[in-house]
Every structure is written in structure tokens, then in C-alpha cells.
């Protein structure tokens, strides 16, 4: 099963762009949907978006128009181009290869995003 590790986050002001990165390894990348998840403290991880192996998009609502998701099946690399971040999107992002979160056995460390109003 191909294996990610999440990267990018940091602190950021409202209105301001941030990207992540999501970097695989193992065989069979490309057939994958890769999505993007995040996590509040003491939340349920919610899903923010995905992108399938044909390039395909879905988002969710909260983010749709503000948030692009985009892969490179040659580098492995899947990324979350993150603009006009509103406080409300301080969490832990996670990168995962279903965009069905129960379907996940393996999550990675994530990475911090933090939005300053």
C-alpha cells in the first residue's frame, strides 16, 4: 500500500495562501485517489478534499473556491494549494489514499496549519 507523509503547515494570517505537500512512496501511486482530511482538537477528522487518479476533484463545501487540490503522478506528489485561509481552517492536515476516511487503516503525522485572525 503506497505510504505519505504530510508536510507544509505553518502559521499563516487570514487571507493568507499556504501549500501542502504530500509526499508517496511505493508502488501503485497513480491509481490511487489521494485526499486531503483535517482534524481540529477534540473534532472528528473531517474531509477537505480529494483528487483521483485521472484527475478528478472534489471538495468540500467549506472550501470549495478557496482551496485547489493538484497531483504529480510522475514526482508521486500530491498538493493542497490553500488561499484566503480563514481562522476557522487552524487544524492538522492529513493526507490519505481514500477519500472515504473509514476505509483508512494508517494515518500519517500530519502537519499544522494555523490561520492568526
Known amino acids: 500500500q503506497v505510504r505519505l507523509v504530510e508536510s507544509g503547515g505553518g502559521l499563516v494570517q487570514t487571507g493568507g495562501s499556504l501549500t501542502l505537500s504530500c509526499a508517496a512512496s511505493?508502488?501503485?501511486?497513480?491509481?490511487?485517489?489521494i485526499a486531503w482530511f483535517r482534524q481540529i482538537l477534540g473534532e472528528e477528522r473531517k474531509f477537505v478534499a480529494a483528487?483521483?487518479?485521472?484527475?478528478?476533484?472534489h471538495y468540500a463545501d467549506s472550501v470549495k473556491g478557496r482551496f485547489n487540490i493538484s497531483r504529480d503522478n510522475a514526482k508521486q506528489m500530491v498538493y493542497l494549494q490553500m488561499n484566503d485561509l480563514k481562522p476557522e481552517d487552524t487544524a492538522v492536515y492529513y493526507c490519505a489514499p481514500s477519500m472515504v476516511k473509514k476505509a483508512v487503516t494508517t494515518w500519517g503525522r500530519g502537519t499544522q496549519v494555523t490561520v492568526s485572525s
Open positions: 511505493g508502488r501503485l501511486f497513480h491509481s490511487y485517489t
Open positions: 483528487i483521483g487518479y485521472a484527475g478528478g476533484t
